[in-house]
């Protein structure tokens, strides 16, 4: 794989966060899928999630699996842990990572073929424990990295860019991760940062299992008339719910909300969402009524996004397993390996 090398130099005007950081501390190396690929575009909201939330990078951990959105982790905090691992194994990766030390904030990166063909089993198990992550899916409806064949997200009836019909149903990773558990579920559009980049941050803020399924389109291989993935497409058929403002725990709520048309939600942190209700009658706090709704517009053939589910009292694996709060690593001897008594009592409790 080739790097390219950024030019050091910094603009001494450029905008700095609260810990004297710029944009370009957020960067990674310079992107080297497609032009105009959406999966660029993740990446920039995600260096804008992170440069406005005052995140030190060091204290994120990026995981992938195999793709061309499994390869963006390297186009975005480049200061920052990162491990790409095997097609489809990011989740069991990281579940191991936020085991050993939940002080990092994980974010894993994955794209459709990813989790949807080879590691969909992965994708279930990691949401369905809880495990306190962003999980993005930067969906295109293909294999971008190997050519363009359809992925398991491609609806039944689309083309492909040589005009063979998809005849398989289509799986929905937003209808999954719902009735999964995950506690976060939101739908955003690659082309759309304003909606996107508030979604990662309240998703980066959420305890529990965050699932974002983000319509990225593959300008190489789905981008074409016939394709239901296409920037045309979407967003001709995006119907966004609801808005998203975040605003951290230490700042007040300075913006005037006409009332009725917000709902403020606090998240553990302190930090709040201002939900502009699009649709007045979408509830993100029913579940199942989330679940109908996501299946009748996609009937009606539209692609609903925006903060599809949120559970106010959400709770992560390691709130299921009562594990120790520190990182193993700075676990000392005495903790590790506290002596023969203690082993004969654990021996003796089950018996
Ligand atoms: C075990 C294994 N099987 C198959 C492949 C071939 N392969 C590489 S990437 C990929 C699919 C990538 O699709 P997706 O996750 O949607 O990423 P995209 O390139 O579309 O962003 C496949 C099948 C592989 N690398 N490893
Ligand atoms: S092949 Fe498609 S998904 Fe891969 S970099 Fe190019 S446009 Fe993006
Ligand atoms: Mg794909």
């Known amino acids: ?171 929905d990773l937003v209808a999954m991760a719902l009735q999964l558990g995950a506690t976060f579920v939101a739908r955003s559009f690659s082309g759309d940062k304003e909606q996107l980049t508030p979604l990662i941050k309240a998703a980066i803020e959420h305890e529990g299992a965050a699932f974002l399924d983000v319509i990225s389109p593959c300008v190489a291989f789905n981008n074409h008339a016939g394709s239901t993935r296409s920037f045309d497409y979407v967003r001709e058929h995006n119907m966004a719910v609801n808005r998203l403002d975040f605003i951290t725990g230490r700042a007040p709520i300075t913006v005037d909300y006409a009332p009725g048309a917000v709902e403020i939600i606090e998240q553990h942190d302190g930090s709040k969402l201002a939900l502009r209700k699009v649709a007045p009658h979408y509830d993100p706090h029913d579940r199942l009524k989330a679940l109908n709704y996501l299946q009748e517009s996609a009937a009606a053939g539209e692609i609903v996004t925006g903060l599809l589910y949120v559970e106010r009292d959400s709770e992560d694996l390691h709130e299921h397993l009562d594990t120790v709060e520190t990182p193993l690593n700075a676990l000392g001897e005495n903790d590790l390996c506290p002596g023969a008594q203690v082993l004969d009592k654990i021996n003796d409790s089950l018996r």
């Open 1 to 171: 794989m080739t790097y390219i090398a950024k030019p050091k130099f910094h603009h001494p005007s450029l905008p700095k966060n609260a810990l004297g950081y710029t944009h370009r501390d957020y960067e990674g190396s310079v992107s080297t899928l497609c032009a105009g690929c959406g999966h660029d575009s993740i990446s920039a909201a995600l260096i804008e999630a992170c440069f406005e939330l005052d995140i030190e990078p060091h204290r994120v951990a990026k995981l992938s699996g195999i793709g061309c959105s499994s390869k963006t982790p390297t186009y975005f905090l480049g200061n920052s842990h990162g491990f790409n691992s095997v097609h489809g194994r990011m989740p069991s990766v990281l579940t191991g990572a936020n085991l050993a030390n939940r002080e990092l904030i994980y974010l894993g990166v994955s794209g459709d073929g990813d989790s949807a063909s080879i590691g969909l089993g992965q994708f279930a198990h990691a949401l369905r424990r809880g495990v306190n992550m962003v999980y993005i899916v930067e969906n295109n409806g293909v294999y971008g990295l190997t050519k363009g064949q359809f992925s398991a997200t491609a609806d039944r009836g689309s083309k492909s860019k040589r005009g063979v019909t998809n005849a398989d149903s289509a799986i």
